[in-house]
């Protein structure tokens, strides 16, 4: 069974008690709560932006950004609601209007910004070298999800890497539930098919 | 390379099927087609294949103390809230009282024509800014929650 860092990063922590506590405590005011929720969140966002933006100070900036606004909208999140959606549903709000003030369409693929992120992979196993196709593989998927448009990108590293349910990622994209489904596997399909394209290339 | 199996199946329902997000159904149904098409078995490998190195791909992070503090007691959220205004408060009424003085200072019109152009150069970018992010307000679906 593959765990997914981003999974991983939720797993880790849990001496702070659950999120739902934590929010109750960081409403009420307590520093210790907000830097719990802070920490086991932040690199979920960091990691999400750097997905779609390519380059690591943006992701950094709209992480920071996407944490300050979640910590300021705490007194209207709904508790018995997962963070990490809302949290996400942020991060791609903040990611979307940084390519507006850049005058990006939303649509663009990351083009050199999405070699500079295979740049930040890192081989998890301890021996790289005996794991040298899987370590290929997972370079060429990065480099193929690169050239998908953002909105296909964003919804195959919502589901496979991050690993949200399909109903998390209706909240993320604000999309009907029925619809991830086909959206998911439209994405999937263009994602091999480029993979096909550039081992046949 | 598997293209479309060309049978009546809907093919999105393989996703689903790898994701385990199906009704028992439709994942029943999926799994006598995939018994009969080999067309279908091929692509839900492939997909398996690349989601698996999708799920199991690792990147560096940033270490914890490259992340700034957050504001975090309704002290330092007021601190915050309350810091840009009076900063832009001072701006103006400082830099206001400085035109004025610069301007009834000035000796000869090109002096004058400086200042304006200065002046002008300064508020049309302050202008631009603004106008951006008021446009960027328009668009963001979280105004109310921040309101």
Redesign the interface.
Known sequence: M?E??GLAALAGDVAGGSDQELVDQARA?R?EA??TL??RH??AA??LA?QMLGNRDDA?DVA?DA???F???LG?FDRERRIQPWLF??VR?QV??LW??RQRRPGERLGEAGEALTR?????TANPEADLR?SE??H???RA?AELPAAKREI??L???H?L??SDIAQVL?IPIGTV??R??GA?RQ???R??GERHA | MPEQCGRTFDEVLLSGYLDDALVQGDEQRVRVHLEDCATCRTLVEELAAVREATMSSTFDTPRDHEWPEMPRTGASRLAHGMGWPLVMAWVVLFGGYALWELWTEAENLLEQLILVGGVSGIGLLFLRVLIDRLDALKTDRYREVQK
Not at chain 1, 120 to 124: M, S
């Open positions: 593959v997914s860092q005011g520093r907000r830097e802070a920490r932040r690199q960091y990691l750097l950094m920071q944490m300050l606004r910590f300021t909208s209207s549903a942020i709000n979307r209007d507006r003030r930040h992979l890192v081989d998890p899987r593989l997972r060429r998927v990065w999800l195959v590293v589901r496979d890497f690993d349910s399909y604000d489904m086909s998911l596997h999937r994602l091999r098919a993979l096909g």
